[in-house]
Structures are given as C-alpha cells and as structure tokens.
C-alpha cells in the first residue's frame, strides 16, 4: 500500500510559477517510477510527466516541455513538480501517481497503481 498527498496548488497569473509536492508513505518510495497528471474540467485526465526510481530519467508531455520540472527526493520520500511560464491552460487538478514498474515509462492512467487525491492549480489571465 502506498498513500500519496499532493500539495502546493493554488491561484496565479499567467507567467508565474508554482511547485506542487507530493509525499509518499507505505511501501519503500525508491522502488517505483512517479508520475503527475493532471485533469482540467470536462476533459479525461492526462500525463503530464513522469520520473524513475532514482530519479536518473524524465519524461514530459510535448506541452509542458522546457516549463515544467520533475524531481524527487529519495530521502524525503517526495515527488516534486515545479511549474514555470505558467499559462491558462495549465488550470487543472493536478495528481501525482506511482508505478510500481521501474522499467520503461508508463503514461496512461490505467498502468498507474495508487493516486494522491489532487491539488487545484489555476492560473489566471
């Protein structure tokens, strides 16, 4: 079992930064890869990136790319995602998720085996 808490969302204009954190607790976090989605109103929830076990590999969606930023700290059993040049169509609930799979990257909610509740980012314009 794993339980996953998303924090750090909030209200900004557009331009500006946030950086979401989510901890994790139960089974030893250096063992799995942990991704962040997101889900905006009326849409299906999608990927937003993912990182691996140690933290050695990234992956983003093509949208946030050269804005966003995943990282983890091991130690500190805590996934983190900073946020830049934010824009309105980043306005979403946003969820961390861990996949016990350490190999190639998984990018469908489906492959994903615990979920955090979410944190509301909207960005103003």
């Known amino acids: 079992q794993v339980q996953l808490v998303e924090s750090g969302g909030g209200l900004v204009q557009a331009g500006g930064s946030l950086r979401l954190s989510c901890a994790a607790s139960?089974?030893?976090?250096?063992?799995?890869?942990m991704g962040w989605f997101r889900q905006a109103p009326g849409k299906e929830r999608e990927f937003v990136a993912v990182i691996s076990w140690n933290g050695g590999r990234t992956k983003y969606e093509d949208s946030v790319k050269g804005r966003f930023t995943i990282s983890r700290d091991n130690a500190k059993n805590t996934v983190f995602l900073q946020m830049s040049s934010l824009k309105p169509e980043d306005t979403a609930v946003y969820y961390c998720?861990?996949?016990?799979?350490?190999?190639?990257?998984?990018?469908?909610?489906?492959?994903?085996?615990?979920w955090g509740q979410g944190t509301q980012v909207t960005v103003s314009s």
């Open positions: 998720a861990a996949d016990f799979s350490t190999g190639v990257f998984r990018v469908t909610i489906h492959e994903y085996d615990y």
């Open positions: 139960g089974r030893s976090f250096s063992n799995y890869n």
